[in-house]
């Protein structure tokens, strides 16, 4: 693990309250923490968590769309189904959690670092991503299409059938990543690779750009 705050590390760690009830839409919720909860469809369009922190967590299905994440902290979290489209997210960190079948579609993230987490079915199409890390994490039928990718990295993480159709890059590291990668003629462009991923993406590559390779 890379040196991720604890809990007690957050500068606002003194200040947070915990969570009672159930989420709202529209709510601030500032400096709150939620720990060990089972959040079962929450209905809360464009909430927005400020300094909050999320701990031991399990949200299956819900609504968040629109919501708001500044400085947000998340460890041991379990998102299912959950819709974020055209959320913003700003300085959040998750780490050792699992997101599967979560909508992110048409979202802003900047400064997020995912580590040691499991997206499975994550669908971030359209999604603008700036200086967002995943960090030796597995990422399993994610779908990056059409998404812009901004000085992003992959470091240390396994791509299995990750889609970057479509997708537009700036330098985007995807050196010491494994890539199983479904891309087009444009989807590297402004990406950074090492020489070996460069020889086992070449028949891939190839096919993008409808170049036929035979040797007889």
Known sequence: MPNLPDLGDLPYAAHLTAHEGELSGGEDYDTVLFDRLDMTEP???????????????????GRLQRAGLRDVWMRDV????????????????????????VQVFGAELRRVVFSGCKLDSV???????????????VLRDVDFADATLTQCAF???????????????????????????????????????STGQLVVLAPALA??????VSDD
């Open 155 to 193: 470091a240390g993480s396994q791509l299995s059938r990750t889609d970057f159709s479509r997708a537009r890059m700036d330098r985007t590291d995807l050196r010491g990543a494994e890539l199983g990668i479904v891309i087009d003629s444009q989807s590297l462009r402004g990406a950074i690779i």
């Open 123 to 137: 669908n971030f199409r359209g999604t603008s991503l700036t200086e967002v890390t995943f960090d030796r994490c």
């Open 207 to 212: 096919q993008s750009m409808g170049v036929v």
């Open 43 to 61: 209905n809360a369009p464009s909430a927005r968590f400020l300094e909050c922190a999320f701990s031991a967590v399990s949200m299956a299905g």
């Open 78 to 101: 379990r998102l299912t189904g959950t819709h974020l489209s055209e959320s913003n997210w700003l300085d959040v960190t998750i780490a050792l959690s699992a997101l599967a079948g």
